[in-house]
């Protein structure tokens, strides 16, 4: 399990590995991405000083891209860590 972050890497893992390859998407709506933000931006240096900014930068913009090559979509909003866990392995057929 690992993140893309651009059309091009989903292309090149699906030309490398084929059906095997499996690509779920995570998202949820806005306010709790904002909120998720927030609570971690002090954890590190790299990160951009707001929500808006953050979703500003060039790698971001390929987001509503990703989301339509995506195998599955998980909305995380109401999730928890073990729910979004069983619902990535349940969508691979494990």
């Known amino acids: 399990m690992d ?3 651009t ?3 989903i292309r090149r893992l699906r030309e490398t590995f084929g059906p095997k390859f499996i690509h779920l998407h995570l998202t949820a709506v806005q306010r709790i991405l904002e909120d998720r933000f ?3 931006r002090g954890n590190s240096t790299k ?3 707001t ?3 953050a979703m ?3 790698i971001e913009k390929e987001e509503a891209q990703l989301l339509t090559l995506a195998d599955k979509v998980i909305d995380t909003s109401t999730l928890d860590t073990e729910s979004v866990y069983q619902a990535a392995v349940s969508s691979m057929g494990i």
Do not use: G, N
């Open 3 to 5: 993140s893309v972050r």
């Open 7 to 9: 059309v091009a890497q």
């Open 56 to 58: 500003s930068h060039t």
């Open 38 to 40: 927030e609570s971690r």
């Open 47 to 49: 990160e951009a000083s």
């Open 51 to 53: 929500f808006l900014a």
